[in-house]
């Protein structure tokens, strides 16, 4: 019996063990996050699906997000900075999850979020863009190219940042 009792512990340990330390890789690695979360997105390479916001002919910034997303308002200042550095020669569309109009603007005023926002005012899971581009996680982003095809997908807006400095060096 007790040899029983022990073996059912260690292997409860080692489950609990295996557990913490595949979320410890995941906070310590950001890239691991993108592995998870990022990796049923629209594949590179392929066309971006048409939404009345996006247009060809230049690079575009998506950034699917709500106002009810912790994580989301953890990285609007990132995706500020973003705007603010890169807003003249890509456009920036905020595509919200949101149901209220008015509390996305409320938030966005409120916040100096001054990118442009399109929204279908219904639940995250019942809009026809995320379906499109396959939105399973908040926050994500997506890099289209002048050709309206996907450049590069990531789930955070300091990876985003990093892509967008290697197409667009300083000079």
Do not use: H
């Not at 995941?26 to 048409?50: F, M, R, S, W």
């Not at 060809?56 to 910034?61: A, C, L, N």
């Amino acid at each position: 019996m007790k040899k029983a009792i022990f073996s059912l512990l260690l292997m409860a340990a080692s489950v609990i063990g295996a557990s913490a330390q595949g979320s410890a890789t995941t906070a310590q690695n950001p890239q691991d996050v993108d592995v998870l979360y990022a990796k049923n997105l629209l594949a590179v390479g392929t066309e971006a699906p048409a939404f009345p916001a996006l247009k060809k002919g230049t690079w575009t910034v998506l950034d699917f997000w709500a106002t009810w997303c912790p994580d989301c308002r953890r990285e609007i200042p990132t995706v500020k900075e973003m705007f603010q550095k890169y807003g003249t020669r890509a456009k920036f569309i905020g595509v919200s999850m949101d149901t209220d109009k008015q509390k996305l603007d409320n938030y966005t005023q409120a916040n100096g979020v001054e990118w442009e926002q399109y929204s279908e005012f219904k639940k995250w899971k019942e809009t026809q863009i995320s379906k499109d581009y396959k939105i399973s996680w908040l926050p994500t982003m997506y890099l289209i190219n002048p050709e309206g095809k996907v450049v590069y997908t990531t789930v955070l807006a300091e990876r985003m940042a990093k892509k967008l400095a290697e197409i667009f060096p300083e000079k």
